[in-house]
């Protein structure tokens, strides 16, 4: 029990330094910054984010350092992790909590230029999540332009994978479906939008961009990029 005491506290240590400095991470979520500068956000230019399945705040901090004056939602649906997120990881006091279920909280929500849904765990995915319907309702609740970033924390090489249901049915509800593996990890980011010029727009702010670790994050995404071409496989309310 002392080691796993141990380790904790080494965890939520480390952590609550990477969330301080609010540097990359090298995980999923610096692919994910690529959403807010697809939808024309910069550090200048002020934007509406909103992050479904929030957990301890990583990416919700990192869209605070790097696109300062955007106003930043973040819902929760497990009570204790929002709470350690500003006991432990350092979130922002500017980033807004709500404890609610993703769909549920979009039932009242306004209207956003990124939507981030990060609320899949391994093979555990809420079907209320992952359904035409749910898609349906994000795409309602993102301004003209906006983008929507999905994290999938599992990549497959098979068939008619989860993956595969994910997109189809991600690609049934917008026009422009892009997929970007992450280098060195199983997840993959997938954007969507109704906007044609979206890849153009990027190019050009990410070129802009004043970080250049940022720049680079976004080449990269660039160089992984691929416009997904959606299929049959199509998740609904009563078939998730």
Avoid: W
Avoid at 23 to 46: H, Q, S
Avoid at 98 to 125: E, F, H, P
Avoid at 162 to 187: H, K, R
Wanted: proline share 3%; with cysteine; net charge negative.
């Amino acid at each position: 029990a002392d080691s796993i005491s141990l380790s904790t506290n080494v965890l939520f240590g480390v952590q609550s330094i990477m969330m301080k400095d609010r540097e990359l991470t090298g995980m999923y979520y610096d692919y994910a910054l690529a959403a807010p500068v697809m939808a024309g956000i910069t550090e200048k230019e002020k934007g509406d984010i909103l992050v479904l399945g929030m957990g301890t705040g990583t990416y919700a901090g990192l869209c605070e350092k790097y696109f300062p004056q955007s106003d930043i939602d973040g819902v929760e649906i497990d009570p204790k992790i929002a709470r350690l997120a500003g006991e432990y990881f350092e979130l922002p006091s500017q980033v807004s909590v709500s404890v609610y279920d993703g769909r549920a909280y979009l039932d009242q929500a306004g209207k956003y230029d990124v939507i981030m849904v990060d609320a899949y765990q391994d093979i555990t995915i809420p079907f209320q999540l992952s359904t035409v319907e749910f898609f349906e309702k994000v795409k309602e609740h993102l301004n003209e332009g906006g983008v929507m970033v999905v994290n999938m924390n599992m990549r497959s090489d098979s068939e008619d994978s989860i993956n595969d249901y994910l997109c189809d049915t991600i690609d049934s509800v917008f026009g422009n479906v892009y997929t970007v593996p992450v280098e060195g990890g199983s997840n993959c980011e997938v954007f969507a939008t109704d906007r044609t010029d979206m890849m153009d727009q990027f190019a050009t702010l990410s070129r802009e961009l004043p970080q250049d670790n940022l720049q680079d994050m976004m080449e990269t995404v660039q160089e992984g990029c691929s416009l997904r071409n959606g299929g049959d496989l199509i998740l609904t309310d009563d078939k998730a």
